[in-house]
């Protein structure tokens, strides 16, 4: 009924016969909508300006909601050609989203598996598993455990974000042997095209591989990804300067030069689900980021939590995230890691409590802390000041509607 009522609706706009369109139509219309308002007490022991600490907030947010329509055509045998178009949606009315911002994809499918290209989430964010907690809100686990879960290009210093939706990507998932399967996304940047062959940066990549199994109660899963030349950081020195033909400017020089430096990361993890209603989970990540010549950063990071299914509509769900203090020499890494060095260590509790009004609906209401180490400087979701050793914390009320 859904994909009619859709194929009749578009059809109208299009001025097509209606009735001939819904009896081929093959597209679905689905979302989130998902609410967060929370009571934050920021703990900001520094104070701003004249010494005066930052104010204790309220708010709303909409995190992860969206809207989206899918579509397949079946073109013989197992072959099939598919789109979607996924959208950030702030029914809210605060942030004016654009259209196919999310995971959104034109594709190939077959016996072969899924060939398809787009923006989209990579391999090494897929297969993470954070049971007990979400990807962003006061509830996110991302920013203490892969510095963000968001979109971002390929050729931008955001080097610290290892749970990318990532556009440009040309994405390859095999098809499920017995539970098994493995994926790869590459992707192209758009903007070679002006860009001298001598110019740091000059062909970004992101490299991003994953392998899971996943049948019955099990889940089990490892990835790999690479960031190359994606972060442009000063270095000492200068460089000849070219005018717009590309002939070198005799006596004038650029500086500082710049030079583009790798990251990578991998993340194992698992989950097992005792009795269809209490499931475990835990994961292991490291990250390298390269911040200058000679100079690279290092985290570790883990996560348990479970999600427990306790009776009837009740529910609970719990979750510890932990980075452990950033190794190395090198600076910081985006506004989320510190600079290398003791005391950069955090810790992320959270406990919430679930009521199940219906397979697609639930409510919840719980707690969530941050506990910075003397040097650290993360922050929950939605918060938007990174200041060292603040341990902000709140009590959130959500919900959580799928259609």
């Known amino acids: 009924m859904q994909k009619k009522l859709l194929a009749v609706a578009v059809a109208g706009a299009l001025g097509a016969p209606a009735l001939a369109l819904a009896q081929n139509a093959t597209v679905n219309i689905y979302g989130r909508f998902y609410a967060e308002y929370g009571w934050v007490d920021q703990k900001d022991i520094q104070g701003g300006a004249a010494g005066r600490p930052l104010t204790n907030v309220d708010f709303l947010q909409a995190p992860g909601s969206n809207i989206g329509f899918r579509g397949e055509e079946k073109l013989g045998g197992s072959l099939s050609a598919w789109f979607q178009c996924e959208s950030s949606y702030d029914f809210r009315g605060q942030n004016g989203d654009g259209v196919c911002t999310r995971n959104s994809a034109l594709g190939l499918k077959g016996a072969f598996g899924n060939v398809f290209v787009g923006i989209w989430d990579t391999p090494f964010k897929r297969v993470q598993d954070a049971v007990g907690g979400n990807d962003t809100g006061f509830f996110g686990t991302a920013f203490v455990l892969m510095g963000n879960s968001t979109t971002t290009a390929s050729g931008v210093s955001n080097q610290a974000v290892f749970k990318r939706r990532q556009v440009n990507s040309m994405n390859y998932d095999s098809p499920n042997f017995g539970g098994f399967q493995f994926s790869a996304t590459y992707t192209n940047s758009n903007s070679q095209t002006n ?209």
Do not use: C
Not at 205 to 224: D, E, Q
Not at 288 to 299: A, M
Not at 323 to 349: E, F, H, I, Q
């Open 195 to 403: 860009v001298l062959d001598s110019a740091a940066g000059n062909k970004a990549r992101i490299w991003s591989f994953s392998a899971k199994y996943a049948a019955g109660p099990l889940n089990v899963y490892g990835a790999y990804e690479m960031h190359k030349d994606i972060a442009n950081n000063a270095v000492a020195g200068s460089v000849q300067s070219f005018d717009t033909a590309g002939v070198i400017v005799p006596g004038v020089t650029a500086s500082p030069a710049t030079a583009a430096f790798d990251d990578k990361g991998y993340v194992v993890g698992g989950s097992y689900t005792f009795g269809n209603n209490l499931k475990i989970g835990g994961l292991y990540s490291r990250q390298k980021f390269e911040t200058g010549v000679g100079l690279e950063s290092k985290v570790d990071v883990w996560h348990l939590g479970i999600d427990w299914r306790i009776s009837g509509p009740h529910g609970m769900r719990a979750a510890w995230s932990h980075a452990n203090d950033v190794k190395g020499n090198g600076g910081a890494v985006g506004t989320t890691r510190p600079a290398a060095g003791s005391d950069t260590g955090v810790d992320l509790y959270q406990i919430r409590y679930i009521h199940a009004l219906s397979k697609r609906t639930e409510l919840a209401a719980g707690y969530v802390k941050i506990r910075n180490d003397g040097n650290a400087r993360y922050q929950l979701g939605g918060l938007n000041n990174n200041r060292v050793g603040q341990d902000p914390s709140a009590f959130v009320i959500s919900m959580d509607h799928r259609f």
